[in-house]
């Protein structure tokens, strides 16, 4: 079987993107691991299916890189968005279905898109950090030293603990720069390693940041590997709301692979 498919990245975070609206492919969970496996696929962090939605303009179905279903992914939220304005299926205003419901989005420029965040759950500080849901499940770790973190032991120390071992976590590690800046470094749940940039993540910690004290702005550069990320909310009676993420989305290169 022949697929068409297209390579996109969000501030260095990478996805395969595949137009599944007619098709309704049946991909199997060694297929899409082999997709996304950089050795003997077409490499990603995750694959991405956009579906024919009953509610809004399209669906997105997001899977990690071990191949299981995953939660809402921000940064590929933005390729997929991206993908759809330039195969004509939106304008620049959109509204798309994805795991945690539904989201508004905006085309800014031919590389940078706004989109509507959420926030799924209560804050809860513990032993380990701040967790919180804001469409995937997130743990923030203060950091003084991010450059110099080994992320990838120190975040599978946390995700394959027996306090998060059976739902997993994701773990983002960050850095106060100014009230306005902050570094941040994550180890996501089915790559099982560290990513260049997490929309989810990067969410998170901006609203964490703000909740225990370390910054009064509501407006945040949240710097990752890959690049930028800017989170925006209102806060009203400590109650969080209209949160957004605005960051880049670029296209890479598209192809038609054989599985």
Not at 24 to 47: A, E, P
Not at 84 to 96: D, E, G, L, Q, S
Not at 217 to 230: A, F, H, R, T
Request: proline share 1%; net charge neutral.
């Amino acid at each position: 079987m022949k697929i068409s498919f297209t390579k996109y990245n969000g501030a260095g975070n990478d996805f395969i993107v595949i137009d599944d609206r007619v098709n309704n492919l049946n991909l199997t969970k060694s297929q899409i691991y082999n997709l996304c496996n950089r050795n003997v696929g077409i490499g990603g962090d995750g694959l991405i299916l956009i579906k024919e939605s009953s509610k809004t303009d399209f669906k997105i179905l997001h899977y990690t890189s071990d191949g299981n279903l995953g939660s809402l992914c921000g940064n590929g939220s933005r390729c997929a968005i991206l993908y759809a304005y330039r195969n004509n299926i939106i304008n620049k205003h959109t509204v798309f279905e994805a795991f945690d419901g539904i989201h508004k989005a905006e085309i800014i420029n031919d590389e940078l898109i706004s989109m509507q965040m959420k926030l799924n759950s209560r804050i809860v500080e513990n032993d380990y950090g701040i967790w919180v849901d804001t469409g995937s499940p997130h743990l923030i770790v203060e950091t003084t030293n991010a450059d110099e973190l080994d992320v990838r032991s120190a975040g599978r120390s946390i995700r394959y603990n027996d306090y998060y071992k059976q739902e997993g976590v994701n773990v983002n590690f960050v850095e106060r720069i100014s009230d306005e800046v902050f570094k941040i470094r994550t180890y996501e749940r089915g790559v099982e390693d560290e990513t260049r940039a997490c929309g989810t993540g990067s969410t998170a910690s901006a609203i964490c940041m703000n909740y225990i004290g370390k910054t009064s702005s509501n407006k945040m550069k949240m710097k990752c590997l890959g690049g930028d990320l800017e989170v925006k909310f209102l806060k009203r009676n400590k109650k969080y709301s209209e949160i957004s993420i605005t960051g880049p989305a670029k296209f890479v290169f598209e192809g038609i692979i054989d599985i």
